[in-house]
């Protein structure tokens, strides 16, 4: 079954708004930070994010308790019981040994009202070119923080991760933002204890870029699963003392899925290849605009070849066709493997994404140490891909506000300023191989960078131009 | 390199004769000479000869030929020759065992032979072990003559290795005083975790993925050679242990007496934040390596590099670039520090080498350092993006306020010219 596109976007649409009196569809990236050392061996360093999404996972049914069972004798067997939650997400043997996620998970589940795609983002320093693939395929994000004395402090100050995801997510485009007091359990509840916190980090989200009605607070108990579905029991009486409002699901509920563009060439960063069920090579990534569906040729970039979709999948289910937003796995056939990289983009081969080794961009320099130079070496961020790159000409700092060009070739760039430099990818090996990028103004979710350097991001960005 | 004899007057005319041993001997080669000089070298070229029946007879006869020089070509190319590990374990032999650069020196035939006319243009392959007898065209400066004698000082040869990894991506380097050489890269497709794909396909591609790397390893690491003083294995996360464990484990599976003992003694674990070739700058900065290698220059570079970031994020008006404010800062005697890319001394205009060769010598004599970064090094190749020459002052200045004053100062004297014709 195939439709002609503008069949295809006229049953698309149809099926949209549907769907929209139904269950909506979205992705929400869970995030949230701690500071640690290089080098942890045991205990929980984290905000317990990938606890909080095992024991929703449970609540809604989406976990069986065989799998429960399965994950809290052998985390128990390992000397790690505290880590049994997080199991479910922290499938590899070095996460689990670890006790930390190292890369994205991603999950399902639905609400009454919604349909939703969970990223669980790893919060540690060293995987954040993973959170940042994770955070670009999302539309929400859910911030966990660790209420317990000393942590969230300590994940908030400057070297802390709490701030620097919340940046980030918000450079990639996600607007909402859910922020879930997590471990209120070893604080006995405290009222107090809460509202401080969240009366320490209402200014900042505003000062990052989120809109206070966009923003909301919850206090939780992951651990013990208190007020994740239900605010009832035994654990929770000490919170119902002063907590009536909504519960976690409650409030995903209410999340409004952004609006999307479907009629728009399609556009696929890949984020995962692997070898699917049969023959063929199966990529999963997030559809960032248009329409997918299956039959269809797609041209992979960058290089010269194309491939044709076989199957897709969204869920856990096979459709016929996929739209902007959503989260789904490709088989393809009649390509070879080499040709696929993690990085790589799908497009129509009749309107393929420009391929750009120099670009201008305009950029919103973070709270840095060492100013930005001409010819600085950076490490370019762009969905899954990260490229060594250089900042080959500071073209003028501009106005945080108006955008009005300040002093044009300025010689250093300082923290917290925006200006507009072009970047140049550096050569990996003898030649340099370009990356798909697309302007902002014609695909935002194409022309979003960021820019890191020496493990710390200092600046986020947008493009404005591909020179080529 | 071996210095076989040296001729030069205190006016910097004469001729030096070099003997290259090693890849980098290329690289010091391919710095001294400079377009326009003299070089005489053995070459191989073919000879035809018509008779006088008009048959034409072709020989290939080896000579020395004088050249004027009108290019040199320094290739370094990534691809390894067939040099076997095995070849490595005999000392200095296996750096020619593996030479992977080429030097090429093109012009006109200046002195006459037999066989080759005056004017007829050679390219002469630069080969080790055969003499190079360079003669100045501009005669021996400061500078040239300071690479002679840092190029003769013996004992080199690669002297650490590193490999940048990153789950699914490795870099292997080879890294001497003055070069960086990335002799392989290696990049495997890893299936990242995933409930579609399932924890198996990950662990799968990580174990090709090592297997892979062991194998390259054996390959392009010199680990036998008693010259390498450290393999730095660096990576981010924990994929540097994960690489190390498995090599060990596959040594002793395999019985690898030497490598075994390699990987024990030489190998430093060093944390860097991006599986990228520009973080070797990082671990030259890592306090593990740091205190093996102080003395090393590639490490000094590194040191000197990270001083003048940090600098411009401290004082930004003791931390200047760009050749023309770093000449203003040296006119001012504010030098404390010169970065300097040897680039720009290989410019093809003598002009411009000699107004580098300049600076050098005026910040010298002020007591100034002056550190020559060698653009085959990661933090040369950073110091080139940033125009290739930096400096670090001894006291602050305002850039703004020294060009002002210079413009003050080339207005006065434009004056003062104009004033002079009116007045006589």
């Not at chain 2, 190998?267 to 900065?285: A, D, M, R, T």
């Amino acid at each position: 079954m195939s439709f002609a596109h503008d069949k295809l976007l006229e049953e698309v649409q149809k099926s949209l708004e549907a769907q929209g009196k139904g269950k909506q569809a979205l992705s929400l990236v869970v995030i949230g930070g701690i500071l640690v050392e290089t080098h942890i061996s045991l205990g929980h360093v984290d905000a317990g994010k990938s606890t909080l999404m095992g024991r929703l996972l449970y609540e809604l049914g989406r976990m069986d308790e065989r799998t429960r069972a399965a994950n809290e004798r052998n985390s128990t067997k390992a000397g790690k019981s505290s880590f049994s939650w997080a199991w479910s997400l922290d499938g590899t043997s070095e996460e689990r040994e670890r006790g930390i996620t190292m890369d994205v998970a991603l999950e399902s589940f639905s609400t009454t009202k919604r349909q939703i795609t969970v990223l669980d983002a790893p919060g540690h320093k060293e995987f954040i070119p993973n959170m940042i693939s994770g955070a670009s395929r999302a539309d929400c994000a859910l911030l966990v923080i660790d209420a317990s004395t000393g942590e969230f402090e300590s994940g908030f100050e400057r070297g802390g991760q709490t701030r620097e995801h919340l940046v980030l997510a918000r450079s990639l485009g996600v607007a909402q933002v859910i922020v879930a007091i997590n471990k209120l359990d070893q604080v006995q509840w405290g009222k107090n204890r809460y509202e401080e916190i969240c009366a320490l980090l209402r200014p900042f989200l505003t000062q990052s870029g989120f809109h206070p009605v966009k923003t909301s607070f919850i206090p939780i108990g992951a651990m013990l699963g208190v007020n994740l579905v239900a605010c009832e029991g035994e654990d929770a009486k000490q919170l119902l003392e002063w907590y009536q409002g909504p519960t976690l699901v409650d409030l995903l509920d209410k999340l409004e899925p952004p609006a999307r563009d479907i009629t728009a060439p399609a556009r696929i960063p890949v984020s995962n290849i692997f070898k699917g069920q049969g023959s063929g090579i199966s990529v999963s990534g997030r559809l960032l605009s248009g329409v997918v569906q299956v039959g269809e040729r797609l041209r992979i970039l960058p290089g010269d070849e194309t491939a044709v979709v076989k199957t897709i999948e969204v869920e856990e289910e096979n459709v016929p066709w996929v739209a902007a937003g959503s989260n789904a796995i490709l088989a393809l056939v009649s390509v070879d493997s080499v040709q696929l990289a993690i990085g790589s983009v799908l497009c129509p081969p009749t309107n393929p994404v420009p391929l750009a080794l120099t670009f201008t961009a305009r950029i919103l320099i973070f709270d840095i140490q060492v100013p930005i130079i001409a010819g600085a070496m950076v490490e370019l961020f762009h969905h899954s891909r990260d490229v060594p790159a250089s900042v080959s000409k500071l073209i003028a700092t501009l106005d945080r506000a108006s955008g009005k060009v300040v002093k044009s070739n300025p010689r250093v760039l300082a923290k917290a300023s925006s200006a507009e430099v072009q970047i140049t990818l550096r050569s990996t090996g003898s030649s340099t191989r370009p990356i798909p990028l697309e302007p902002y103004a014609k695909n935002k979710a194409m022309g979003r960078i960021l820019i890191r350097r020496e493990g710390e991001t200092i600046a986020a960005g947008i493009v404005m131009e591909v020179l080529g | 390199m071996k210095l076989v004899n040296r001729f030069v007057d205190k006016h910097g005319t004469g001729h030096v004769t070099l003997r290259p041993e090693d890849d980098e001997d290329m690289w010091h080669l391919y710095n001294l000479i400079q377009e326009g000089d003299s070089i005489r070298a053995p070459a191989i070229r073919r000879v035809q000869k018509i008779s006088s029946t008009g048959s034409v007879d072709s020989q290939r006869v080896r000579l020395n030929l004088t050249i004027k020089v009108t290019r040199v070509d320094f290739a370094s190319s990534a691809a390894p020759s067939t040099a076997a590990p095995d070849d490595a374990a005999d000392g200095s032999s296996s750096n020619q065992a593996n030479a992977t650069t080429a030097l090429h020196i093109s012009g006109p035939v200046t002195v006459e032979n037999q066989h080759v006319r005056l004017g007829a243009f050679h390219t002469l392959d630069i080969e080790v072990q055969r003499d190079v007898r360079i003669e100045k065209f501009e005669g021996w400066d400061s500078v040239a003559l300071a690479r002679v004698n840092e190029a003769i000082v013996p004992g080199k040869g690669a002297e650490v290795a590193a490999v940048v990894c990153g789950e699914g991506t490795a870099a292997f380097c080879l890294l001497s005083q003055h070069m960086t050489l990335v002799t392989h890269r290696l990049s495997l497709p890893v299936p990242r975790k995933g409930s579609a794909s399932g924890a198996t396909q990950h662990e799968k591609g990580l174990n090709r993925f090592y297997a892979t790397l062991f194998e390259s390893f054996l390959r392009h690491v010199p680990y036998s050679n008693v010259g390498l003083k450290a393999i730095v294995i660096a990576s981010p996360g924990w994929v540097r242990d994960s690489v190390y464990d498995y090599m060990v484990a596959e040594a002793s599976r395999r019985g690898d007496k030497v490598l075994q003992k390699a990987l024990k003694d030489k190998v430093v674990k060093v944390h860097i934040s991006s599986p990228h070739v520009h973080s070797l700058v990082e671990v030259l900065k890592s306090p593990e390596i740091v205190s093996q290698l102080k003395e090393t220059k590639f490490a000094r570079e590194g040191i000197v590099l990270d001083k003048f970031f940090k600098m411009l994020g401290t004082d930004e008006m003791r931390a200047w670039y760009g050749p023309d404010h770093v000449v203003l800062a040296a006119d001012r005697g504010a030098i404390g520090t010169l970065l300097i890319s040897d680039d720009l001394f290989r410019a093809s205009d003598p002009v411009t080498r000699k107004k580098y060769v300049g600076l050098v010598e005026a910040v010298q004599q002020k007591g100034g350092e002056v550190v020559i970064f060698s653009s085959m090094h990661e933090s040369g190749q950073q110091l080139l993006l940033l125009t290739g020459i930096a400096a670090l002052l001894t006291f602050p200045l305002d850039v703004e306020v020294v060009e002002a004053e210079e413009k003050e100062e080339a207005e006065r004297i434009r004056l003062a010219k104009e004033g002079e014709p009116d007045g006589g």
